[in-house]
């Protein structure tokens, strides 16, 4: 496996201009071996608001931190209840064009690497995806590490907090949401069903690290892929980039499919600005 420091990077220069086209696009993905890296943009259109508008700056309220949710029992408290009623649009979610569209382009692909944790690729009929950051459909105990189904806890919640019944359309893409101070602070959250410990959602909290395990997997589906394909990704933070910085030192080409600009650009052979369910699907199209 190979590795290269961060100081090692080659600087790309200035990015290059973004198109409406997909023109630059079909070659590199009819030639096949095209892995994909996908994040939350693609998934707006299911109804799963991303985290950073077009622009790239996070919206109103910032996520759950792993640091207070395994220091602050009244954090995790407040994350519990605004998830539990987030999640429920989560579950509701189906998969759009563009995530049909990643299934139907398989046989081109050498793999899918999602930063979502909403399942939608796999909803879609995609196979073997590596859930970067996991996945919101189950839950961990932090403490006998026991893995058990999401829909299994939202019962159990359901039944310790009979009279919550709080609903909201503001929703972030790992499920949370934004409540008030008061309508969280009863909220009782109940423990793991085998050992009492702290029960987590099996996804990688801001300021969490990624599984090494999993981030080597997914520098060996870039090393052996011919070309990276970013799908509504802003690419702000290090989880994703990394990967695209990997693709640029080996020479393959990049490219990012996204509204607005991406901390990526710079290393993108093609840009493309252009709406993904609708883009996605003549991609199919084209290459198919």
Known sequence: ?????????????????????????????????????????LSTESGIPDYRGEGGSLRKHTPMTY???????????????????????IARAHPNAGHHAVARLSPKLAGVITQNVDGLHQAAGSRDVVELHGGLDRVICLDCRLL?????????????????AVTTDEIN????????????????VVPCADCGGVLKPDVVFFGENVPRP??????????????LLVLGSSLTVMSGLRFVRRAFEGGLPVVIVNRGETRGDPFASVRVDLPLGKSLTELVDLVL
Do not use: K
């Open 1 to 41: 496996m190979r590795t290269r420091p961060t100081l090692s990077w080659t600087n790309p220069g200035p990015p290059l201009p973004r198109t409406d086209r997909l023109d630059d696009v079909v070659p590199i993905v009819a030639e096949g071996g095209v892995l994909v890296l996908s994040g939350a943009g």
């Open 173 to 188: 893409p790992d499920g949370d949401v934004f409540l008030p101070e008061e309508q969280v602070r009863g909220f009782e």
């Open 214 to 227: 999993r981030v080597e997997q997914c520098y060996s589906l870039v090393d052996n892929a011919r070309s």
């Open 148 to 164: 058990s189904p999401r829909v299994e806890l939202d019962h159990r919640l359901r039944a310790a907090n009979p009279d919550f």
């Open 67 to 89: 640091e207070e949710f395994t220091t602050d029992e009244a954090g995790r408290r407040r994350y519990w209840a605004r998830s539990h009623v987030g999640w429920r649009t």
